[in-house]
């Protein structure tokens, strides 16, 4: 059974983590890590949110790309906030906090085991950190309206941290941040991936138009996508797990 999941850890996992980890693209490691996260329960509901925003917007014919570019800065803006925070703090406790890299890529498994059974719709989780901060400036930026609306928007649907992107961020973004001689950059190119979901939306309803009919359809096939990447998880799961434990 070990040799089993671990054929499999490598035919699928191992090529992943061997690009998120190549100190030689550390920006498409970040911009990868950033799209594993935007599978995160969290950031799921974030982009669907944003998608239906915007696509609203798009059919009322009110779409503007300033407010597009404005809800990518919100979010840009508090990665980058916290990123600089985490690194000030870290400068200090840089080899304390090796135990605790560790231990965050040991948990990979496991977090991907309780991403799967989520997906699958199995549990809800309780809550995301920072929620409540999320929903009041969810409530703000619909009161502003506008371009300063999306900012506020962007930047609310990052406040809302589950542990996953927990993990993802501090637990393999921040080691690649203290790596790098440029990873004050890393953190906004983790903001972009995140939100890469919602910028192939965008650019597919520019393309090919949109409707309410195609708002619609979006929910069934986000729904049977949901539940093909709940099944990839916790395969990937199981075998990292048996692999790292």
């Known amino acids: 059974m070990y040799e089993i999941f671990n054929w499999i850890t490598n035919v699928v996992a191992g090529p992943l983590t061997e690009v998120a980890y190549s100190s030689n693209i550390a920006l498409l490691s970040v911009m990868f890590l950033g799209f594993v996260g935007s599978v995160a329960p969290c950031q799921i509901s974030a982009n669907i949110g944003a998608m239906m925003y915007f696509s609203n917007r798009q059919v009322q014919r009110r779409l503007s790309w300033i407010d597009i570019t404005m809800y990518l800065l919100g979010k840009i803006s508090v990665f980058s906030i916290l990123g ?21 890529r040991k948990m990979l498994g496991p977090l991907l085991i309780i991403m799967g059974l989520f997906f699958l719709g199995l549990f809800k989780l309780p809550g995301n950190f920072g929620f409540q901060l999320s929903s009041y400036l969810k409530d703000l930026s619909r009161r502003i309206g506008g371009k300063w609306g999306a900012f506020i928007l962007g930047a609310s649907f ?11 961020f501090f637990g393999l973004v921040m080691p690649l941040v203290f790596q790098s001689s440029y990873g004050f950059i890393l953190p906004p190119i983790f903001a972009l991936g995140t939100a890469m979901p919602f910028l192939l939306f965008v650019g597919l309803s520019v393309v090919l138009g949109i409707d309410t009919a195609m708002i619609k359809r979006s929910r069934e096939w986000g729904k049977w996508m949901q539940r093909v990447v709940g099944v990839l998880f916790l395969i990937l799961g199981f075998a990292d797990t048996i692999t790292y434990w």
């Not at 690194?87 to 080899?95: A, D, E, I, N, V």
């Open 84 to 104: 600089a925070l985490f690194w000030l703090f870290g400068q200090s406790l840089s080899q304390d906090m090796i135990p605790f890299f560790v231990f965050a």
């Open 158 to 168: 990052s406040f809302g941290f589950c542990p996953t992107m927990v993990w993802l």
